[in-house]
């Protein structure tokens, strides 16, 4: 996946943005870091578990990437991750899934350059919410969703879980991909750590998610800046545009198996008939074949669209959600600095300096907007890439289903002649 190149926060004009350090992100890690006796920062898992980690964006890390395979626009990736092998766990108390993580990496801050280890569902959710919680200015990647309709959908079939596997595996592969997001300590801790046990960091991290927004509620913003207004409106058009596809996409598929149903029940009819037509007897089972074949064609193509095109939609639906809530935080903390800068210019005394509680503020609102722009780029060049892919794939599968069948019909062609020049000289 091709990643867009982070721009430099404008009001600093001399720090990169990986360079920065975060106000808010420094605050908000403080709910699984601490530090030691020696004045060290120590990470442990809920469970106990030390992990050693360096600096997210250490320089010896950085100055000693390694081009290990695929090149994306000049840069170079020190980090592959891939999901496979689901297997399903039956126990007294529970049926579940986990998936193996393999990764692959020539960064310092891991113990080991390859890496395997067996997750399931919760652990993927532990870690996005780890993510969202130490990096609030970032826009993280969505998560397939976790609950099915029960009925209509089995989520132990070799269907379902195959579709999950790659979306897990595109989750994993969105944040290896991000400058700051692959940094990050449980992301590492999501890799490397054999045992997970995270049941009292969700209980804590739900919490303390309720805390948090129970404290930014309470703040109105009263406009936001036009750039970011705009990204809005934008969010919005593109989630009508998509919902309106995918339940065409959805009433398509619906149609193309009701068709598909009948069709098999089509060219079994030529094949009967032809047991009692001698003369037509070739002919019925090559018209008998050609519907086959047509039907296998039909299926592929409705397979592809179940599988591969309505992912990517209900995907980036999930993905508008994630940028409006990144969107709303960035509102939040806007909001907190204006309530705070009013206050310091309708003082009686103007001669004080204006207070540090200030300056933090506009720190993490400078922040919060050049994250947020960098991601929003990164954003819309995945979606011009993954959309490029997808309908070019769309347009060859359809291609490759009218082929199939105009071939199956042209191959009728030559015996119906035969049949008729046969006749023609009996005459």
């Known amino acids: 996946m091709s990643t867009g190149t982070s721009k430099p926060l404008a009001s600093s004009g001399q720090k990169s943005l990986q360079d920065i350090c975060h106000p808010l992100s420094a605050e908000?890690?403080?709910?699984?870091?601490?530090?030691?006796?020696?004045?060290?920062?120590?990470?442990?898992?809920?469970?106990?578990t030390p992990v050693?980690?360096?600096?997210?964006?250490?320089?010896?890390?950085?100055?000693?990437?390694?081009?290990?395979?695929?090149?994306?626009?000049?840069?170079?990736?020190?980090?592959?991750?891939?999901?496979?092998?689901?297997?399903?766990?039956?126990?007294?108390m529970e049926t579940y899934i986990t998936y193996r993580v393999c990764s692959k990496t020539t960064r310092t801050e891991f113990d080991l350059p390859e890496f395997s280890v067996r997750r399931r569902y919760q652990d993927f959710d532990w870690l996005r919410n780890k993510l969202e919680e130490s990096q609030p200015t970032h826009l993280i990647p969505p998560l397939p969703e976790k609950f099915v309709m029960k009925g209509v959908v089995d989520?132990?079939?070799?269907?379902?879980v195959e579709t999950r596997r790659k979306a897990l595996d595109k989750f994993l592969k969105r944040v290896a991909d991000h400058p700051v997001l692959s940094f990050n300590e449980h992301?590492?801790?999501?890799?490397?750590?054999?045992?997970?046990?995270?049941?009292?960091?969700?209980?804590?991290?739900?919490?303390?998610?309720?805390s948090v927004k129970y404290v930014t509620?309470?703040?109105?913003?009263?406009?936001?800046?036009?750039?970011?207004?705009?990204?809005?409106?934008?969010?919005?058009?593109?989630?009508?545009?998509?919902g309106t596809i995918d339940r065409i996409a959805q009433r398509i598929i619906k149609e193309q198996s009701e068709y598909l149903v009948e069709l098999r029940e089509y060219g079994p009819v030529y094949s009967s008939w032809a047991s009692f037509e001698e003369d037509l007897h070739d002919s019925l089972e090559g018209v008998a074949g050609c519907v086959s074949n047509c039907s296998s064609a039909l299926e592929e193509l409705t397979e592809d669209m179940s599988e591969d095109f309505l992912p990517v939609l209900r995907?980036?639906?999930?993905?508008?959600?994630?940028?409006?809530?990144?969107?709303?935080?960035?509102?939040?903390?806007?909001a907190e600095y204006v309530t705070k800068l009013e206050a310091v210019v309708f003082r009686?005394?103007?001669?004080?300096?204006?207070?540090?509680?200030?300056?933090?503020?506009?720190?993490?609102?400078?922040c919060f907007n050049a994250d947020l722009k960098a991601d929003w780029d990164r954003w819309q060049n995945?979606?011009?890439?993954?959309?490029?892919?997808?309908?070019?794939?769309?347009?060859?599968?359809?291609?490759q289903y009218y082929e199939k069948c105009l071939a199956a019909w042209e191959s009728l062609i030559p015996l119906l002649q035969d049949k008729q020049e046969a006749k023609g000289e009996t005459n």
Not at 70 to 83: I, K, N, P, S, W
Not at 190 to 204: H, I, P, Q, T, Y
Not at 222 to 239: C, H, K, N, Q, S
Request: hydrophobic residues 35%; proline residues 3%; aromatic residues 6%.
């Open 155 to 160: 989520r132990f079939s070799e269907e379902f």
């Open 315 to 334: 995907e980036y639906v999930l993905y508008i959600e994630s940028m409006k809530n990144v969107l709303k935080k960035r509102d939040q903390v806007q």
């Open 348 to 366: 009686e005394d103007k001669k004080t300096p204006v207070p540090t509680d200030v300056e933090r503020c506009q720190d993490r609102v400078e």
């Open 28 to 48: 908000e890690s403080a709910l699984s870091l601490h530090t030691s006796s020696t004045g060290e920062k120590d990470l442990s898992l809920p469970n106990g």
């Open 382 to 399: 995945n979606k011009h890439q993954d959309f490029r892919q997808l309908l070019t794939g769309m347009a060859d599968k359809n291609i």
């Open 217 to 242: 509620g309470g703040y109105k913003l009263r406009g936001r800046p036009i750039e970011f207004a705009a990204m809005a409106d934008y969010l919005d058009v593109f989630t009508q545009k998509l």
């Open 52 to 92: 050693d980690t360096s600096s997210p964006a250490s320089s010896s890390s950085l100055l000693n990437r390694l081009q290990l395979d695929d090149d994306l626009d000049g840069e170079t990736r020190d980090l592959f991750v891939t999901v496979d092998d689901p297997k399903k766990h039956v126990s007294t």
């Open 187 to 210: 992301f590492n801790a999501f890799l490397s750590a054999k045992d997970l046990n995270k049941r009292l960091g969700l209980a804590l991290l739900t919490k303390m998610g309720e």
